[in-house]
């Protein structure tokens, strides 16, 4: 547990500066880029989001299973190869497509008339792919340190360009674009030059389709995914139109603090994971990891919940950010519960049966194209919060299911749920009374305290805590 939340720690680090400048950028954002311009760039990046899912093929996933099922370091440097070469390959493929058929893409998308804006989001694509092809070598040699260097160069040559492009020289929606995609190019060359020697040409047939019988079962998964995470920006802009985008992702963007969690999580997880060898001691591990990486997403969860008003209007003074707010609690509790989903799949990649994983993600994407199509219409932006939510819950308990089907796990049901229901209990009273921003913070930060009250923790955890703070009141008074 404490070498896991290292190496969480240290691979967040990248993810944690983004997201803190992505948020912190905000206000720079709604003061340069009019709701539409924003609105606009959500929907692109969505588009992106989608195409980076469909050319990878699930070859990504299979990278990390192929290179620990030997230790043999010739046969590590072939997995490399072929997963860089396809990856490579591909990438080129969607840059080529985004240049020539901008047109109809804008066109598909709802953006007639942004051609431009579509061929950078292309360039995008091809850097975001083969970078984080490039970086994930970094994840299966567990070398956080080396990852979280690349991250932040990354994040601080794309903060640079941003502001410059954005700011400076007013380029809008373009600028946006631009610049985040500036550092991961920039990035992206120092680290082929660093790999120059381990990514000699070679391209196992043989291995990229066993990856494949291995990914492609993954590959209707992540579009489900897609369907589920992006597709109410697309709804959003049919019913209304980009400025509704634009302040639905403002709100997305203050619950996206949660994903910084849960991107830090999943970077160390897999390659963690995988690396415990025998069966029981990782059944014991995942159960505890489940338990405590939902305490720390809801504690942030009813920290963003009960301080949502004050964030919407301190970061868009000049947008009347309330209805932001009102969907920032939605959205993040639907984080903590895709940070659940996706902490138990483990079980299933382990298993090596990720061939229902599909259905299952399936079902929750259909959900959420239902009630974004029967809650928009008549509830706004709060249809979309509530329609993720309520996907994200279904893929929950469908993953759960099969999980424990085909590799058991001692999950700790009864600490799960009361650790949700306090959280979600104290930040709808936040929300109902209407809580000033002071007592919203000492409410969140009281949240482990109240769940003393609620039996939450095991009488071992209870006497180290005790032992903490005996120890700190010695240290306090000497």
């Not at 490579?88 to 804008?106: D, K, N, Q, R």
């Not at 000049?318 to 009102?326: D, E, I, Q, Y």
């Not at 936040?430 to 009281?446: E, N, R, Y």
């Amino acid at each position: 547990m404490g070498r896991l939340a290292q190496q969480s720690l240290v691979y967040g680090i990248g993810g944690v500066v983004s997201r803190l400048v992505a948020i912190g950028l905000i206000p720079i954002y709604t003061r340069d880029l009019h709701k539409g311009g924003y609105g606009t760039v959500a929907i692109l990046l969505s588009g992106e989001a989608l195409m980076v899912i469909a050319l990878r093929a699930g070859v990504q996933n299979a990278f990390f299973r192929f290179y620990y099922l030997t230790s043999d370091p010739i046969k590590r440097r072939t997995v490399v190869r072929t997963a860089f070469w396809y990856t490579m390959t591909a990438a080129t493929v969607g840059l080529a497509l985004g240049l020539v058929f901008a047109p109809e893409i804008a066109s598909a998308l709802g953006l007639s008339g942004h051609t431009n804006l579509v061929r950078v989001t292309a360039v995008f694509l091809w850097g975001d792919m083969n970078y984080e092809q490039q970086a994930s070598i970094f994840r299966a040699e567990q070398r956080s340190t080396s990852y979280a260097i690349a991250s932040v160069s990354n994040v601080l040559i794309t903060i640079c360009a941003t502001v410059l492009l954005v700011v400076v020289l007013k380029l809008g929606p373009m600028g946006m674009i631009v610049g985040n995609f500036t550092g991961t190019l920039c990035v992206y060359v120092v680290l082929l030059l660093y790999r120059a020697r381990l990514l000699g040409f070679e391209f196992d047939r043989r291995l990229y389709l066993a990856m494949e019988h291995f990914g492609l079962p993954l590959l209707p998964s992540a579009l489900a995914l897609w369907a589920t995470k992006f597709s109410d920006r697309l709804f959003l802009n049919h019913y209304f139109d980009t400025k509704t985008v634009g302040v639905y992702s403002l709100g997305v963007q203050i619950a996206s603090a949660l994903v910084l969690l849960i991107t830090a999580f999943q970077l160390a997880w897999p390659a963690f994971a995988y690396a415990i060898e025998d069966d029981d001691e990782a059944r014991h591990t995942y159960a505890y990891v489940l338990t405590y990486y939902l305490f720390l997403m809801t504690w942030a969860a009813v920290g963003l919940s009960l301080l949502a008003p004050f964030l919407a209007h301190f970061l868009a003074p000049t947008w009347h950010g309330r209805s932001s707010a009102n969907v920032i609690p939605l959205l993040a509790f639907g984080n903590v519960i895709f940070a659940g989903y996706s902490a138990m799949t483990i079980g299933i990649g382990r298993a090596r049966k990720t061939g229902a994983n599909w259905i299952i993600t399936g079902v929750g994407a259909l959900v959420d194209v239902v009630l974004n199509i029967v809650l928009i219409p008549r509830i706004g932006i709060s249809g979309a919060a509530i329609a993720l939510l309520v996907a994200y819950a279904t893929m929950f308990l469908g993953i759960s299911w099969r999980a424990q089907h085909v590799f058991f796990v001692p999950y700790q049901w009864r600490r799960i749920v009361t650790l949700l229901s306090v959280g979600a209990a104290l930040s709808v009273a936040g929300g109902v009374f209407s809580i000033p921003t002071p007592l919203a913070l000492v409410l969140a930060i009281a949240y482990p305290l109240v769940l003393f009250v609620f039996g939450f923790y095991l009488a071992p955890e209870r006497r180290q805590m005790a032992a903490l703070a005996r120890r700190a009141l010695r240290l306090q008074h000497s």
